[in-house]
């Protein structure tokens, strides 16, 4: 027997046919329809968004372990509070680079010092976009003039460097609407391709141009200047921006006190391997090679195990290491000239500092898919569970227009708010308006009586 069929021995009214015979209709009978049409309105107004909306982005997993929410940096949009960070980046880029000219003088050679105000100057570009060039312009001029260049040579450094910030703020920052934070491999990989390719040695040909202008530099420094010129800017920024993002956007680098214990076993095996494998320390000058076969290790465990900023952090370290026994000439580095050392700098930073970018981009990767798959599955189930509930059999009463549910008879309204958590409101149709209004013999509104030229009483 379908929902709405009737015995006519529970026909209320008197006269009722006999069995088998059609049931005598009575004066108002709950049309399916109209339930039809309420399951399909609950459907687009439950489920639709539910299939149909667009998948929002899901923030990354810090740790396998769990998920937070990305920690957002203030873009300072009053002019002031802009200013005012214009002004500290500037100052900190003017002293900061006049210590390393000082420490770089010393040594006698810029390539064994890290140029920090690069570092400085790809950080800030990543995190606020092109508008940091007026900060780098003056940070760059007045160290300059700091260290004793001449006011034109001065001029022309300036407007490569703040040219670089532009260009890489917005690249990487305005045209995408949002920063970078190393978690996709494709940016990765356009980062360092723009830096090695494009904006170093743009920004390298402007300074030597400058130099050669001016008379500061001899031209048969040029290709050995121009070569350390580029390596300390090189290394100064993809030392300094990948870790201070990356720590920005994941600030807890575990989520559990076991996945702690295990950073923490990963912090000393780091700092050991980093001491006697490319570092000063080693027992034995271990050949360049064979240090950058344990490298691979830690890069894999740290990406695989913990945020991408532990990974980051730990290809820095080893390259910081693999940077101070260079520079005493110790370690991997011992014995040959300058030149064959810096080589060998160059291929194990590289190596170290690419492979944890790639590494961790990659790892990010991973969890984001994973989490918006769990995403989609939990709303798929969600979506199921509600087309199940949908296609269960409802029992109508064809006198009353009540449903059975919970074995009791509720109204229509119940149980679409009990069973299907629908919020239910009430109106009144134009028919049964047009009908009140004849029987209190009321002239139809102008809508209704456009709507039914023939009956307008009163009108």
């Not at 940070?139 to 260049?149: D, R, W």
């Not at 260009?167 to 990989?189: C, K, P, Q, S, Y």
């Not at 918006?372 to 029992?395: C, N, P």
């Amino acid at each position: 027997m379908l929902a709405g069929d009737i015995l006519p021995s529970e026909n209320p009214d008197s006269g009722a046919p006999a069995r088998g015979a059609a049931p005598r209709v009575p004066g108002r009978i709950f049309d399916l329809s109209v339930f039809k049409k309420c399951m399909s309105w609950g459907i687009q107004k439950t489920m639709a968004p539910t299939l149909f909306a667009s998948p929002s982005v899901v923030p990354l997993a810090s740790s396998p372990a769990g998920a937070e929410e990305p920690i957002r940096t203030r873009e300072y949009d009053s002019g002031l509070a802009w200013t005012f960070l214009g002004l500290g980046i500037a100052a900190v880029y003017a002293l900061t680079g006049k210590v390393c000219v000082s420490l770089s003088a010393e040594v006698a050679n810029v390539s064994w010092m890290l140029y920090i105000p690069a570092g400085l100057s790809l950080t800030a570009s990543l995190l606020w976009g092109r508008r940091v060039w007026p900060a780098i312009f003056i940070g760059e001029f007045a160290m300059c003039l700091m260290t004793g260049q001449s006011l034109a040579s001065s001029a022309i450094m300036s407007f490569g460097n703040s040219l670089d910030a532009a260009l890489t703020g917005w690249w990487f920052h305005d045209r995408l609407g949002r920063r970078i934070e190393f978690d996709r491999v494709h940016e990765v990989v356009q980062l360092i391709a723009a830096q090695l390719l494009i904006l170093q040695p743009l920004c390298t040909a402007i300074g030597m141009s400058a130099l050669l202008v001016t008379g500061a530099l001899p031209p048969h420094m040029l290709g050995a200047t121009a070569a350390a010129w580029y390596t300390a800017n090189i290394y100064a920024g993809f030392i300094a921006a990948p870790a201070a993002i990356a720590w920005l956007r994941w600030p807890r680098p575990a989520a559990t006190r076991s996945e702690y214990a295990e950073l923490a076993a990963l912090t000393a095996v780091t700092l050991i391997i980093g001491a006697v494998g490319p570092g000063r320390w080693a027992f034995r000058p271990i050949p360049l090679p064979v240090t950058l076969i344990l490298v691979f290790p830690l890069l894999a465990w740290a990406a695989h195990r913990f945020a991408p900023s532990v990974a980051l952090t730990v290809g820095t370290a080893l390259g910081l290491f693999a940077f101070d026994a260079a520079l005493a000439g110790l370690g991997p580095f011992q014995g040959g000239t300058v030149e064959s050392r810096m080589v060998a700098l160059n291929v194990f930073m590289s190596v170290s500092i690419g492979t944890g970018l790639f590494l961790a981009a990659a790892a990010a990767n991973e969890r984001r898919f994973e989490a918006e798959q769990a995403r989609l599955i939990a709303k798929l189930q969600s979506a199921d569970a509600q087309v199940s509930r949908l296609e269960e059999f409802v029992t109508f009463c064809a006198w009353s227009g009540r449903v059975r549910w919970k074995d009791q008879w509720v109204s229509v309204e119940t149980f679409l708010r009990e069973r299907y958590n629908l919020s239910i409101s009430h109106g009144i149709s134009d028919e049964e308006m047009r009908r009140i209004l004849v029987d209190a013999g009321v002239p139809f509104p102008e809508r209704i009586a456009a709507q039914d030229p023939k009956r307008a009483p009163g009108a």
